[in-house]
């Protein structure tokens, strides 16, 4: 669960002992700055200092690299429930997959719509 509007960091961590792979990371609903990319496990204290923090690229799908890491923000500025999965299929299957769910805002256009009125019932 998010706050409306607020700054949001994700670290995709793709290190394996047996067979490591990269995995295109993907979130629907957003696109977010690609801060930094590394191999080997990702430093709290080290790496986020080598961030690029003036020309980030802006992506929706980001490749882990193999046996590395990814950093990724996003802003929280779009309402609704947005599926952040790996787009290599077996690997959702595998849980590789999470959902923000990312709350109203204060402003009307920063709500979500109601459902349309002809909406059939589930």
């Not at 067979?19 to 801060?35: C, D």
Request: hydrophobic fraction near 35%.
């Amino acid at each position: 669960m998010v706050e409306y509007n607020k700054s949001i960091e994700v670290v995709f961590q793709g290190t394996s002992l047996l067979a490591a792979e990269n995995h295109p990371m993907h979130l629907h609903g957003f696109r977010f700055y690609v801060v930094g990319r590394g191999f080997g496990n990702f430093d709290k204290e080290k790496d986020p200092k080598g961030y690029n923090l003036v020309d980030p690229p802006l992506e929706n799908t980001v490749g882990v690299p193999k046996n590395g890491w990814a950093a990724v923000r996003f802003r929280a500025s779009n309402p609704g429930v947005w599926f952040m999965h790996c787009h290599l299929d077996r690997h959702t299957s595998w849980g590789m997959t999470t959902v923000f769910i990312v709350k109203n805002g204060k402003m009307p256009e920063a709500q979500m719509l109601p459902p349309p009125k002809d909406m059939p019932k589930c």
